[in-house]
Every structure is written in structure tokens, then in C-alpha cells.
């Protein structure tokens, strides 16, 4: 998805100092959404390093208790995920808000904050919540493509 250039339309909203029109709101939402939905299906498939292409360059990424910096120390949690194939999980995002930030020195930014609820399978096959994470992933758009910039979770319940 362009995310450059601004469309034009009759129906235009001012978010910030940003002129974007409700169509191109609504891709910037969907494309934003898609990574993250993207990436945990990748890890829940047992492909957790399909995942890599959603993050940026210097992207962080905080996961049980550690910030990764840069794609290649996300790359290296993500790689130790996918070798982990006893524990296998399934995401589910639940009250999902997404906000447009406005253009900034590096970029056209958005926010996606979520509910994260992990379920793991358990020996007899049946799936168990085990935690419940607030989370909220930053994007960028640059060069055309959105990317995740940044990553960080906390737990709101645990099962174990």
C-alpha cells in the first residue's frame, strides 16, 4: 500500500497535521492490522520466521521480559520460536484500536493497540489460555510499505 502520497476525495478529516481521506484511513487500518494477524499466524503455524517481513529495520520487539533491537535479534527470537515445535499456540487479538499518528521526520506513523489472548495446547490437544497481553505495536510507512517499528506487551492475567 501507498502511503506517500495522499488521495484525494470530497470527504477529507484532518487527523493532526495530516489530511488523509476516510478510504485511505481505512487501508492504513487494514494493512496495519494485517501485519500483526499475519505474524502470529506465522508463529502459530510453526513458521515464525515468515514473520520477519513485518517488522522494520531497527524495529524493537518485546517478548517475555526482553526487547530484541533490530531484525536480525527479532529474527533470532523468532527462529528460536519456530525450533520450539513442542509448544504449539493459537493468538487471538480482541479489542483492537487503531490510530493514525500523522507524518513525522522518518515517516507516516499509526498505532495499533490490542488485547493479545495465548492459547497453548496442552498434552491431550485441547488449547488453554495462558496468558492475556495488552499490547501495541507502532508503524511506519516509508518508502510505500508499512512496517512494525516497535513492539511492546504486558501481561494482564497468566494462568500459570
Do not use: K
Not at 10 to 19: D, H, L, Y
Amino acid at each position: 500500500m501507498s502511503c506517500g502520497g495522499l488521495l484525494r476525495s470530497t470527504q477529507v478529516q484532518e487527523m493532526g497535521s495530516v489530511m488523509v481521506t476516510p478510504a485511505e484511513r481505512g487501508r492504513a487500518v487494514s494493512h496495519c492490522r494485517t501485519l500483526v494477524v499475519g505474524y502470529h499466524r506465522d508463529i502459530d503455524s510453526g513458521r515464525a520466521t515468515a514473520g520477519i517481513g513485518a517488522f522494520a529495520e531497527d524495529a524493537e520487539f518485546e517478548a517475555h521480559g526482553r526487547i530484541f533491537h533490530g531484525r536480525a535479534e527479532i529474527l533470532g527470537f523468532l527462529s528460536a520460536r519456530e525450533a520450539d515445535t513442542g509448544r504449539q499456540t493459537v493468538h487471538v487479538l480482541a479489542n483492537e484500536v487503531v490510530t493514525d499518528q500523522g507524518d513525522g521526520p522518518h515517516g507516516r506513523r499509526a498505532e495499533l493497540r490490542a488485547m493479545i489472548l495465548l492459547h497453548v495446547r496442552q498434552a491431550d490437544g485441547a488449547y488453554v489460555l495462558d496468558r492475556v497481553l495488552d499490547t501495541v505495536h507502532q508503524f511506519r510507512c516509508r518508502g510505500g510499505e508499512w512496517r512494525i517499528t516497535r513492539r511492546t506487551s504486558r501481561p494482564l492475567h497468566a494462568t500459570a
